[in-house]
């Protein structure tokens, strides 16, 4: 079966740092691109960027571009979405999914079951 | 970058009517657009891709057509199970823009 897990949910301060992942199973997880995405509560859905494991190619929206960074370690099938120093602003689920290519300009057709995270003093 | 914008943002109506959800482009994208349905407190589903294709398994009452810059997602005969938000997004280019959605309800 092929599928994205997530971490569990978090909950830090701000001015933390965070790393949560995504691992892929049932599929050749260097040759598809993944996602993250962004929604924050009662509201919809945003892209934040993709990055393609099998060469760690990245790219961002200009709204994350230097607030978040993406990343993924091969050998493990695994993404990262990481961040430096958390806002409240953060407190969002963030769902991983797989684009349906090796090529970026396909839909996201694999979506894993989301990490919920809360950033509260 | 391109904005997508969707119409109307909520709607409600009776189960077994037809539902039109329109998605508009500020640019050209052909036919790269795909539609989402997140149900309350679930995970978002793909439903349909390249502008009119079903994924598999997505019941044969939602259907997608349009291309260039504007979309439409219709669900013929709404069910009581379709009760959800619905995004569209263009993925030709990135960023790969999400609609702002629109929630359907039952009346």
């Known amino acids: 079966e092929v599928q994205l897990v997530q971490s569990g949910a978090e909950v830090k301060k701000p001015g933390e740092s965070l790393k949560i992942s995504c691992k892929g199973s049932?599929?050749?997880?260097?040759?598809?691109?993944i996602g993250w995405v962004r929604q924050m509560p009662g509201k919809g859905l945003e892209w934040m960027g993709i990055i393609y494991p099998g060469d760690s190619d990245n790219r961002y929206s200009p709204s994350f571009q230097g607030q978040v960074t993406i990343s993924a370690d091969k050998s493990i099938s695994t993404a990262y979405l990481q961040w430096s120093s958390l806002k409240a602003s953060d407190t969002a689920m963030y769902y991983c999914?797989?684009?349906?290519?090796?090529?970026?300009?396909?839909?996201?057709?694999?979506w894993g079951q989301g990490t919920m995270v809360t950033v509260s003093s | 970058d391109i904005q997508m914008t969707q119409s109307p943002s909520s709607l409600s109506t009776s189960v077994g009517d037809r539902v039109t959800i329109t998605c508009r482009a500020s640019?050209?994208?052909?036919?790269?657009l795909a539609w989402y349905q997140q149900k309350p407190g679930k995970v978002p589903k793909l439903l349909i891709y390249?502008?009119?294709t079903l994924q598999s398994g997505v019941p044969s009452r939602f259907s997608g057509s349009g291309s260039g810059t504007e979309f439409t997602l219709t669900i013929f005969s709404l069910q009581p199970e379709d009760v959800a938000t619905y995004y569209c997004q263009k993925y030709n280019s990135v960023p790969q823009t999400f609609g702002q959605g629109t929630q359907v309800d039952i009346k």
């Open positions: 640019q050209d994208i052909g036919n790269f």
């Open positions: 049932g599929y050749s997880f260097t040759s598809y691109w």
């Open positions: 390249a502008a009119s």
């Open positions: 999914a797989r684009i349906s290519s090796s090529w970026y300009d396909h839909a996201f057709d694999i």
